[in-house]
């Protein structure tokens, strides 16, 4: 099944060779996002599935980062999980539930490198060009476990040799925002304010787009007034 699969990413990339934008997200699945705050009216992982599903039918509706935006979700509690292989926005959103277990931070962003860098690698064995990788980590807590020590060196090394860009959101007051700022030190983590994800994955698809009608060689740029609708320090 897995070497069909192969076949077919590959295939897909072949018969729509457009310059590909990568986005993985990373999101947190443990049980805390099932957790009503406040009174709000939905948990925070029914307002991210809204926010997900939000973001996939944008990218749909742009008739240039469809064909450009290659996206892969990954969950994570005490494990990760592949939720979404990269591929296209068309097939819809995955829809994610929480799970059982801790926070595993390092485990959810060392799933998402791998599939980066498999797909970096198929990139180049079918000859299609790529914008460097995006990594959207999002969490709602701290981590259980000290995984995330190692892996955020390695997000780190990849940042300051411009071979992945990061956007760490830490969801709520209980989020860790020290520990998100070791997987960005050049750029500080911000908080979802509110519930607000479907604010950030609309700038999310506005960036996407913007990629998508520029080449891998021009500087990327992204609409920082944008960001204080969804976002802050």
């Known amino acids: ?28 699945a443990s049980p805390s996002m099932g957790d009503r705050h406040r009174g709000d009216a939905l948990t925070a992982i029914e307002e991210l599935n809204t926010g997900v599903a939000a973001f996939y039918e944008a990218v749909a509706a742009d008739p240039v980062a469809r064909y450009a935006a290659d996206v892969a979700v990954v969950s994570f509690s005490s494990d990760a999980c592949v939720e979404y292989q ?27 490198l791998k599939l980066l860098d498999d797909r970096k690698h198929e990139y180049r064995e079918t000859g299609v060009d790529y914008w460097q990788p995006w990594l959207v980590l999002m969490t709602d807590g701290a981590p259980t476990d000290d995984t995330h020590a190692a892996v955020a060196a390695d997000v780190s090394a990849r940042v300051a040799a411009k071979k992945l860009t990061i956007f760490p ?17 050049g750029r500080p983590p911000l908080r979802l304010k509110g519930l607000n994800f479907e604010a950030f994955f609309q700038w999310l698809s506005k960036s996407v787009a913007a990629a998508s009608q520029s080449t891998p060689d021009q500087g990327m740029s992204f609409d920082v007034g944008g960001i204080q609708a969804w976002g802050s320090l």
């Open 1 to 28: 099944m897995v070497g069909r699969e192969l076949i077919l990413r590959h295939q897909e990339l072949i018969e729509n060779p457009t310059t590909r934008v990568p986005v993985c997200l990373v999101l947190d």
């Open 169 to 185: 959101i830490g969801i709520g007051a209980d989020a860790d925002l020290h520990v998100l700022q070791r997987f960005s030190p």
């Open 86 to 112: 990269f591929g296209s926005v068309g097939f819809g959103a995955p829809r994610i539930a929480t799970r059982s277990g801790g926070t595993s931070l390092g485990t959810g962003v060392a799933a998402g």
